[in-house]
């Protein structure tokens, strides 16, 4: 199972977002903190080409009144306990929503929640408070390429301080991961859950 190798070979320090309709959810997410990572779930967010590409139940819509993104954000957040924050699955439509970014955020802050952009969202600088990751790491799924990206946030890292990448749970991901992580000590380097970077809503 690609989610019980990513829990149990990459480091502690990895963060780990689960997809809400997850079978077993709490589950997965007790499994993944009782192994020391942080956990964060993933909110579907309406993506273009929606409802041909569907990210599933309760979609945030861009066109969704607040009440409605109320409604079904009361339902993604009530799946689980012990997130710490949520990150977007999908979501470039919605993005372009400012009242729907805005319900989405005034629900996340009343609750104490966290957000991060996976890096897939469209930057609109100043919009709206968030973290955002620097790279995807696995959109080309192939060892070579991954490796390459991750040394493309040591580069960053080493520039700016600090670099934040994304990637699936995919077998090759997971396993380069795991390799490339080994010896970060001894370039220098300290890994660090998505926490140390993230912004709270409106603060």
Known sequence: VTTRAAIERLPAEVTLSFVPYAEGLQGWIDLARAQGHEVMLEMPMEPSGYPDNDPGPHTLLASGQPADIQARMNWLLGRATGYFGVTNYMGDRFATSDSGMSAFLTILRQRGVAFLDDGSMSRRPGAWARASANRIIDEEQNPTAIVAQLNALEALAKG???????????????????RWTADMDARGLQLAPASAMTQRPGR
């Open 160 to 178: 700016q301080g600090q670099a934040l990448g994304t990637g699936f749970s995919y077998p090759v991901t997971v396993e380069a991961v795991a």
